[in-house]
């Protein structure tokens, strides 16, 4: 390849100072005299925008002249975070990038704290998707993402008297170097209207026409995803609704000139807000509209693509396109390929069915019935009047073909039909998705054998064994490993003798590192990188709620949205108990230095996490927290025995520094409700450990990593339908133990006790659904067990004992974490369900 000038700004000091003061005059019109941090990370982006785009047009291009299968991956969410840090490490210009700010008066880690998080997703299932853009582009695979580009992101957090209140997220109030507009790329998309039966002109054939209502413009936002140690630089397209410059005369001739330019402004509301729920469907109709505006633009643009190489050669299509189906949220695309196919090109309706369920594929990322998509016949059907109607002619089509195949079985057509018949009449989006597709993936073995037994057991009779698969779920090392923890990284590429840190795309290649898990000097190294990073950790815990942690204790972490599955609430009942505990201990004139040696290590208990919203429970959570953290933090009797923080407004950029600092993460929901969890893997990756039920990837990583390497505790997932219906039939047995936690939450010690009413009432009356009482002395027995093994040394590189157990188990975790690449799941992907290849560089 040729040197450009806008590569060298990647590795050439004076070609990156050049460009940066060219954009500090020109694209920020400042001069270098009155340029913040602010002013040097826009003009450092847009100079790595510049050798980005380079990259970007000549992939575009070399994938065009190829026209090989590319994967679009339809994702609502991309939880992308902070672009710039990655960009200077997939495009190897971190160090040149430091030292030439340094030199023009700047801070590289000061720079990147300028850049706010593109926070466009909730949780697990928007960063996933991004840790698949990250794959797609590292492997040399041709994938793109489409999304939304929201003008808010999920809502701020801050903590006010212990209670969440969100704040609005508006992430563009600065303009956005990493994208960019593509106002050139409008694809109309229609709502409302009517539908009528016309005939062909040229064939007489009867024909749907979908007319009249509302047109909003959707208009293209790119975002360059580069690789790392590779050229290939895929595209992630973001959609912007915009209002069409059609006018509706019938309200501007009623004079009503106001109320016409209002409707006009709506048409921007569509892609203004990103839905702040996680596992719970709340049927709007702005979001149904959000569904749709996405999957017609995204439809409509892959098509003409398609078109512009392949003309109307129909039967190619499954040969040049995949779509993957993020959640069901896109389901709606395979209704918008048939009517495409259908009424817009002519083909017959099943030459048209076949390419359709050739080409899509959908990964469910739940179990969870609350948060199974369903929407009412009737709000379909006013919205998108055409699409209700092919949806029911797929499905009396589907439903004829098991009639077929099972004719003594007339319950199974009720069972699997796509409409509940029940009020409200609606389309089951799982069960659409599903007849849609070609292949059905969950995201972790035990997970992917859940849905087969359970919410989709009645598609395995129909479709057999092998359309529903497994992929488990990866995440980029790049990220989570490199950006995260410079210091490991560093640590692993010396000792893999890998300067270059090849290992970042071969994953497998840290299993090296059992070789040297009985050398004292490098456990002690290890042991300090951790130490480093719980300082940088406890900074950030100081800074944003003023509590000081001793970096030698064991810091206990629980951070991810705040649910009831993912049982926060068993995490504080323990801490509570142990408060108490302490209390009597010091109480019976037991020392602290007694305590120490022989009941409790010294320990801080780290939570952070978002609650939906609208979810009392989450935020009742949330609350005894940060009152629970009130009265440890003060007690003077407790000093460093115990401290329990809530760090406000969990994101991606704070994961980035929670993560490498933590000893200990929990990952403790109730077995069979977390279909992977994809945090648990980020930690063992940065040599933490786990305390974990055996749920979601839990297991898989276990039998990776070895399960003497990792606390597993509590009830299995096939004991969990027992223990619901004995709850209720024989009542909740609530162990001495936490009950001594619920008198003293009911005595009014952590503020008033009616707060806390619906939390302990769903425990003890209310059937205690995620089985808080069973597994909470197992949670107890399993924190005892692991305190031995941790010492009460974390972070002193003089204790041998502590190196020998925990900084050993450590690293034999991080040896054997290879598999949890998402690169190895991009690749699953592509071999089983898309059937591509990456790309001849
Ligand atoms: C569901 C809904 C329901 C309607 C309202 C808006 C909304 C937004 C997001 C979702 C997705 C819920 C499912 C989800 O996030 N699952 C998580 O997926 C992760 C990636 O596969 C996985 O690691 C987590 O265990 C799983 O909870």
């Keep these: 390849q040729t040197a450009t000038t806008e590569d060298d700004v990647l590795t050439n000091k004076d070609a990156f100072e050049e460009s940066f003061v060219k954009h500090v005059e020109t694209t920020l019109a400042r001069n270098m005299y009155n340029c913040d941090n602010l002013a040097a990370y826009q003009a450092t982006s847009n100079t790595i925008r510049d050798?980005?785009?380079?990259?970007?047009?000549?992939?575009?291009?070399?994938?065009?002249?190829?026209?090989?299968?590319?994967?679009?991956?339809?994702?609502?969410?991309?939880?992308?975070?902070?672009?710039?840090?990655?960009?200077?490490?997939?495009?190897?210009?971190?160090?040149?990038?430091?030292?030439?700010?340094?030199?023009?008066?700047?801070?590289?880690?000061?720079?990147?704290?300028?850049?706010?998080?593109?926070?466009?997703?909730?949780?697990?299932?928007?960063?996933?998707?991004?840790?698949?853009?990250?794959?797609?582009?590292?492997?040399?695979?041709?994938?793109?993402?489409?999304?939304?580009?929201?003008?808010?992101?999920?809502?701020?957090?801050?903590?006010?008297?212990?209670?969440?209140?969100?704040?609005?997220?508006?992430?563009?109030?600065?303009?956005?170097?990493?994208?960019?507009?593509?106002?050139?790329?409008?694809?109309?998309?229609?709502?409302?209207?009517?539908?009528?039966?016309?005939?062909?002109?040229?064939?007489?054939?009867?024909?749907?026409?979908?007319?009249?209502?509302?047109?909003?413009?959707?208009?293209?936002?790119?975002?360059?995803?580069?690789?790392?140690?590779?050229?290939?630089?895929?595209?992630?397209?973001?959609?912007?609704?915009?209002?069409?410059?059609?006018?509706?005369?019938?309200?501007?001739n009623a004079g009503d000139y106001q109320q016409s330019v209002g409707a006009q402004q709506r048409a921007e509301s569509i892609t203004s807000v990103l839905y702040p729920n996680d596992n719970f469907e709340s049927g709007k109709e702005l979001r149904l509209k959000q569904q749709y505006f996405w999957v017609a633009a995204s439809l409509h643009d892959i098509v003409r693509r398609f078109k512009k190489n392949h003309?109307?050669?129909?039967?190619?299509?499954?040969?040049?396109?995949?779509?993957q189906l993020n959640d069901t949220h896109p389901t709606l695309a395979i209704v918008e390929l048939q009517r495409i196919l259908v009424d817009l090109e002519d083909l017959e309706w099943n030459e048209a069915w076949n390419i359709v369920t050739k080409v899509f594929a959908y990964t469910n990322h739940t179990v969870m019935s609350e948060a199974l998509e369903k929407w009412p016949v009737d709000l379909l059907g006013r919205l998108l009047p055409r699409h209700l109607e092919i949806i029911y002619d797929i499905n009396f089509f589907f439903l004829k073909e098991v009639e077929r195949k099972f004719p003594d079985d007339r319950d199974l057509l009720g069972k699997v039909s796509v409409i509940e018949e029940n009020a409200p009449k609606s389309v089951k989006m799982a069960f659409l998705a599903i007849v849609g597709s070609h292949k059905v993936n969950g995201v972790a073995e035990l997970h992917s054998e859940l849905i087969k037994t359970t919410i989709f057991k009645d598609f395995v009779k129909v479709f057999g064994e092998d359309k529903f698969t497994n992929v488990t779920n990866g995440i980029t090392p790049r990220r989570w490993l490199r950006q995260a923890n410079p210091e490991l990284a560093a640590l692993i590429a010396e000792k893999l003798n890998d300067p270059n840190y090849e290992y970042l795309t071969n994953l497998g290649r840290l299993k090296k590192l059992e070789e040297f898990v009985n050398d004292d000097e490098f456990l002690k190294r290890w042991d300090i990188v951790k130490f480093n990073n719980k300082v940088r950790l406890a900074a950030l815990v100081k800074e944003t709620t003023g509590v000081v942690l001793d970096p030698t204790v064991l810091f206990d972490v629980q951070v991810k949205?705040?649910?009831?599955?993912?049982?926060?609430?068993?995490?504080?009942?323990?801490?509570?108990?142990?408060?108490?505990?302490?209390?009597?201990?010091?109480?019976?004139?037991?020392?602290?230095?007694?305590?120490?040696?022989?009941?409790?290590?010294?320990?801080?208990?780290?939570?952070?996490?978002?609650?939906?919203?609208?979810?009392?429970?989450?935020?009742?959570?949330?609350?005894?927290?940060?009152?629970?953290?009130?009265?440890?933090?003060?007690?003077?009797?407790?000093?460093?025995?115990?401290?329990?923080?809530?760090?406000?407004?969990?994101?991606?950029?704070?994961?980035?520094?929670?993560?490498?600092?933590?000893?200990?993460?929990?990952?403790?929901?109730?077995?069979?409700t977390e279909a992977s969890g994809t945090s648990n893997m980020k930690f063992a990756l940065n040599g933490g450990l786990i305390i974990g039920t055996v749920d979601g990837a839990n297991v898989e990583i276990t039998r990776e990593i070895g399960e003497e390497n990792i606390f597993l505790f509590g009830n299995l997932a096939e004991s969990v339908e027992d223990l619901r219906h004995k709850h209720i039939y024989e009542g909740v047995h609530i162990p001495q133990t936490l009950a001594q936690v619920f008198s003293a939450i009911e005595s009014g010690i952590f503020g008033n006790p009616d707060e806390y009413k619906a939390l302990i009432d769903g425990i003890k009356y209310h059937g205690d659904y995620y089985l808080v009482s069973d597994d909470f002395e197992l949670f107890l027995a399993a924190h005892v067990k692991l305190e031995k093994v941790f010492g009460h040394h974390g972070g002193d590189a003089s204790d041998t004992d502590h190196l020998h157990k925990w900084v050993k188990s450590a690293v034999l975790s991080v040896a054997n974490m290879g598999f949890f690449s998402s690169d190895r799941c991009i690749d699953e992907y592509a071999e089983d369900i898309w059937n591509i290849e990456p790309l001849n560089q």
Excluded at 59 to 81: A, H, N
Excluded at 194 to 212: F, Q
Excluded at 599 to 609: D, E
Aim: hydrophobic residues 35%.
């Design 51 to 252: 050798a980005l785009l380079i990259d970007w047009a000549n992939t575009q291009q070399k994938q065009t002249i190829q026209d090989g299968k590319r994967v679009y991956y339809l994702s609502l969410e991309f939880l992308m975070g902070r672009a710039m840090d990655n960009a200077l490490i997939n495009l190897k210009s971190r160090d040149n990038t430091k030292k030439s700010l340094t030199e023009l008066g700047f801070n590289l880690e000061d720079v990147l704290e300028q850049e706010p998080d593109a926070a466009l997703g909730n949780g697990g299932l928007g960063r996933l998707a991004a840790c698949f853009v990250d794959s797609l582009s590292s492997k040399n695979y041709s994938g793109w993402g489409y999304g939304l580009n929201y003008q808010y992101g999920i809502f701020k957090q801050k903590i006010v008297d212990g209670y969440q209140i969100e704040t609005p997220d508006y992430w563009l109030k600065y303009s956005n170097p990493w994208e960019i507009m593509r106002s050139e790329i409008q694809i109309p998309v229609d709502f409302y209207g009517y539908v009528y039966e016309d005939h062909d002109p040229n064939t007489g054939k009867a024909k749907k026409i979908w007319a009249g209502g509302e047109r909003v413009l959707a208009v293209a936002a790119d975002f360059p995803i580069p690789g790392f140690n590779t050229d290939n630089t895929n595209n992630l397209r973001l959609w912007n609704a915009k209002p069409t410059e059609e006018f509706d005369f019938t309200k501007f």
């Design 561 to 672: 949205r705040i649910h009831e599955y993912k049982r926060q609430q068993l995490n504080i009942f323990a801490v509570i108990y142990r408060y108490l505990k302490i209390k009597e201990l010091l109480s019976q004139g037991v020392s602290v230095d007694e305590i120490k040696e022989k009941y409790y290590i010294p320990k801080a208990s780290i939570f952070g996490g978002k609650a939906a919203p609208g979810y009392y429970m989450a935020k009742t959570i949330i609350h005894l927290i940060n009152k629970v953290g009130d009265i440890v933090n003060n007690d003077p009797e407790i000093g460093d025995l115990l401290k329990v923080v809530f760090i406000p407004d969990y994101n991606v950029s704070k994961a980035e520094i929670i993560t490498p600092g933590s000893d200990l993460s929990n990952h403790i929901s109730t077995a069979g």
């Design 311 to 323: 003309k109307n050669n129909w039967k190619k299509f499954p040969d040049q396109i995949a779509i």
